[in-house]
Nanobody
Framework: QVQLVESGGGLVQAGGSLRLSCAASGVIFSRYAVGWFRQAPGKEREFVAT????????VYTDSVNGRFTISRDNAKNMVYLQMNSLKPEDTAVYYC????WGQGTVVAGPYDYWGQGTQVTVSS
C-alpha cells in the first residue's frame, strides 16, 4: 500500500518560513519524481515545485521561485519543501505527489500517488 503523508503546515505571519515534509511508505521513493501542488479556496489545484527521482532536476512555478526550495532524502523516503518569505497568497492546502521514474512534471496528470494535504495559512 503506497502512502504519502504531508506534514509541517500551519499558521505563519507574512515573511515567515515553514518547511513541509512528504513521507512515503510502500514504495522505493528513489524511483519517483515528487511534486508539490497547492489548492486555495475557490481555486484550482496548481503546481508549486517538483524534483526528479535523482534529485538533480528541480522546477518551480514563477511565483515561488527564489523563495521555495524542494529537496529530497531518498535514504529516509522524504521530500521537503522549504518555504521562505511567505506571502498571504501562498495560503492553500499543499499536496505532495509521486510519479514513478519521472523527471518531474508541472501538471498533475502523470502523478501516480497523492497525499491528503497539509494546510498552510499565511496571515498579513
Amino acid at each position: 500500500q503506497v502512502q504519502l503523508v504531508e506534514s509541517g503546515g500551519g499558521l505563519v505571519q507574512a515573511g515567515g518560513s515553514l518547511r513541509l515534509s512528504c513521507a512515503a511508505s510502500g514504495v522505493i521513493f528513489s524511483r519517483y519524481a515528487v511534486g508539490w501542488f497547492r489548492q486555495a479556496p475557490g481555486k484550482e489545484r496548481e503546481f508549486v515545485a517538483t524534483i526528479g527521482w535523482s534529485g538533480v532536476n528541480t522546477v518551480y512555478t514563477d511565483s515561488v521561485n527564489g523563495r521555495f526550495t524542494i529537496s529530497r532524502d531518498n535514504a529516509k523516503n522524504m521530500v521537503y519543501l522549504q518555504m521562505n518569505s511567505l506571502k498571504p497568497e501562498d495560503t492553500a492546502v499543499y499536496y505532495c505527489a509521486a510519479e514513478r521514474w519521472g523527471q518531474g512534471t508541472v501538471v498533475a496528470g502523470p502523478y501516480d500517488y497523492w497525499g491528503q494535504g497539509t494546510q498552510v495559512t499565511v496571515s498579513s
